[in-house]
Nanobody
Framework: QLQAFGGGSVQAGGSLRLSCADS????????VGWFRQAPGNEREFVAG????????TYKDSVKGRFTISRDNAKNMVYLQMNSLKSEDTAVYYC?????????????????WGQGTLVTVSS
């Protein structure tokens, strides 16, 4: 079971670090992704990381601001978010992929955790 946490309220320009805990070792050998869903919008891809952390991929609008990482010894995946903008406001979800790769397609993720809310005020 995956659980995302670390969300909160922050002013524009601030930082937050999200964490995704894998209590059942669901993504030990799998790629992991972060997605987000703002009110009225579809859930969208934010960042993905391969099973060993060797490959990452990002949504264009977060490149250079967000960094995804993982610690397989702790069964954890992180999303460091810097220079936050109001448009980053959303519920953020982590998900385990069907493969070991870092991918952006939502259909390639099959285990989803509970989300955590990030609110960025301008």
């Amino acid at each position: 079971q995956l659980q995302a946490f670390g969300g909160g309220s922050v002013q524009a320009g601030g930082s937050l670090r999200l964490s995704c805990a894998d209590s059942r070792r669901t993504f030990t050998n799998n790629g992991v992704g972060w997605f987000r869903q703002a009110p009225g919008n579809e859930r969208e891809f934010v960042a993905g990381i391969s099973w060993n952390g060797g490959s990452t991929t990002y949504k264009d609008s977060v490149k250079g601001r967000f960094t995804i990482s993982r610690d397989n010894a702790k069964n954890m995946v992180y999303l460091q978010m810097n220079s936050l903008k109001s448009e980053d406001t959303a519920v953020y979800y982590c998900a385990a992929g069907r493969t070991a790769a870092a991918v952006s397609q939502k259909a390639l993720y099959n285990y989803w955790g509970q989300g955590t809310l990030v609110t960025v005020s301008s």
